[in-house]
């Protein structure tokens, strides 16, 4: 959904958005509710975003599925540019403009701007249960539910160790 700059009255502009969209075997479903208000130069998205996500579990493959509510506070620049770079070569970011998103100068497209934060609060690493033992490397049965049927192979070299216990 683009937003137009010039639809922010004083008043401000009322967001209610539901949409989904997938990554890979990742699923999302979104939904918003906020505003978007002037703040100066800048423009301020302020709101609520239910995330419901569905992955395979990293671990095991089993699906996995999350529900996650956050506020969101997202500060966007319509410079339509990044910020210039120094003579030194760093970017000339303050605080400030580091949690900035730029954008054209006359609208932004606020499903791009929650696809960006809906990655980001999804764990890094996506589990089914916390104790999850995955697959096996040699038969592939989960470990969760199966007994694995590999028969394991010692190194001779160390066979002599395995008499020690």
């Known amino acids: 959904m683009i937003i137009y700059y010039e639809q922010v009255h004083d008043e401000g502009f009322i967001i209610d958005e539901a949409f989904s969209f997938a ?27 239910n995330l419901h996500f569905s992955c395979p579990c990293d671990r095991c493959l089993e699906p996995v599925n999350m529900d996650i509510a956050e506020d969101l506070i997202l500060t966007l620049s319509p410079l339509g540019e990044y910020p210039p770079i120094q003579a030194d070569g760093e970017e000339g970011l303050s605080d400030e403009e580091a949690g900035m998103y730029v954008t054209p100068k006359d609208h932004f497209d606020i499903h791009e701007l929650l ?12 589990l ?15 470990l969760n ?19 020690l216990k």
């Open 23 to 49: 990554e890979g075997d990742d699923k999302f479903d979104i939904k918003f509710s906020g505003r978007v208000d002037k703040a100066g130069d800048a423009y301020v998205v302020t709101g609520r975003v």
């Open 115 to 126: 696809r960006e934060e809906a990655l980001l609060l999804v764990p890094e690493k996506r």
């Open 145 to 163: 539910t199966e007994k694995c049927t590999c028969t394991k192979k010692t190194d001779e070299r160390w066979a002599a160790l395995d008499k």
């Open 128 to 142: 089914c249960r916390e104790d999850c033992k995955g697959i096996c490397q040699g038969c592939g049965a989960s």
